[in-house]
């Protein structure tokens, strides 16, 4: 995935906490414009690259070492592009309480989201695991609603919802089965689910844990703290977290061992995906706002599913998996709410 009041999961999407840098709400943006930078499209895109690189590097490496080098990667390469808001952070001085909120998010929005979420996608296909992870906004919507009492849940959060599962469940029904041909609809689709996707779903509810306590502690704790620099302190101390699980399950022994590629996959997932996408996700937030940034997030599935075809031969889609993405994604839309505002006010006199 992996904040600000308006986030996304490092791999994904906005949900309420964002993994590289924090900006505040559409209103502090200065003067945003009408039309959505072009560039901005290139940030879905290296989303979606990162299913497929994150697949790639579960090959040979367990769930917990693609987590500690990716995050141990994201903190160098953060260090570099954040070194101002870093500073900012360190010279605040942070409190013990403070330290103890962030090490609070570490432990759900880092090792918790990521370890789960890479052992379900090693078990899963990419384009399923992406659809899966694409309900944290939903869930955290829903999450923020209840517990932080912001808005009153509306029905198109759950009919969002039911939308999403839909979509989720059409796309598991069509993964390779043994003996698929001879299953009826519902045997598939009840097959299809298996402890991939619900791992993928454990991970989409440990973000939405995240980025509600993100939210929460952003307005209390650690109000007074830099936005950027919190978050990667977060990624710092989820570093750390995971260094002494790397050691007793044997994972970092295969560091030494890495072929070029699983570097190549590694470096993309801490660089690419989330220090320049997340740079450029938040630049563009500054010139049209979040409200319509967090809108090219909705492509996030359906790029994966084609980066997937175009790159592994063996994912063979049928037409299951395209009405299903179709149904993901306006489940994504109807949760947000805009849409339904907009045709209630067209059509509502």
């Known amino acids: 995935m992996a904040a600000s009041v308006t986030t996304t999961s490092p791999d994904r999407r906005p949900s309420a906490t964002s993994p590289v840098a ?10 945003p414009q009408l039309h959505m930078p072009i560039w901005m499209w290139v940030v879905p895109i290296l989303w979606g690259g990162a299913f497929l690189t994150g697949a790639s590097a579960l090959q040979r490496l367990s769930p917990d070492t693609v987590t500690f080098l990716r995050f141990a990667i994201t903190v160098a390469g953060a260090s570099i592009v954040l070194h101002a808001p870093i500073l900012a952070f360190l010279r605040a001085r942070p409190t013990s309480r403070q ?6 998010l570490a432990l759900f929005g880092g090792v918790a989201y990521h370890v789960a979420f890479y052992a379900g996608l090693k078990e899963t296909q990419p384009p399923v695991a992406s659809v899966v992870i694409a309900t944290n906004p ?12 912001d808005r009153r849940p509306t029905p198109s959060i759950f009919v969002g919802l039911a939308l999403a599962f839909a979509g989720v469940f059409l796309l598991a029904m069509d993964k390779p089965l043994p003996d698929a041909d001879s299953l009826g609809f519902f045997n598939r689709l009840a097959r299809g689910w298996g402890r991939g996707e619900t791992l993928c779903l454990v991970a989409s509810c440990c973000w939405a844990v995240f980025a509600v306590l993100m939210q929460h502690f952003r307005g209390s704790v650690l109000k007074s703290l830099p936005g950027p620099g919190v978050t990667v302190a977060v990624y710092a101390v989820t570093t750390l ?10 994972g970092i022994r295969a560091i030494p061992s890495m072929h070029a590629s699983d570097w190549g996959c590694m470096l993309y997932l801490g660089l690419v995906a989330t220090v320049i996408a997340y740079t450029l996700y938040n630049a563009a937030i500054d010139r049209v706002g979040s409200a319509r940034v967090s809108q090219v997030t909705y492509a996030v599935p359906a790029l994966t599913t084609l980066l997937t075809l175009a790159f592994d031969s063996a994912f063979q889609p049928s037409w299951v998996t395209w009405i ?11 949760s947000d709410g805009r849409l339904v505002g907009a045709i209630r006010e067209r059509f509502g006199d």
């Open 22 to 31: 924090t900006r505040g709400p559409d209103s502090a943006a200065s003067a």
């Open 241 to 250: 977290l995971m260094l002494p699980i790397v050691v007793a399950t044997g």
């Open 324 to 334: 299903g993405l179709a149904v993901v994604t306006a489940g994504l839309v109807v």
């Open 138 to 149: 939903i869930l955290t919507t829903l999450g923020a609603a209840i517990f932080l009492r």
């Open 99 to 104: 330290w103890l909120a962030i090490t609070l």
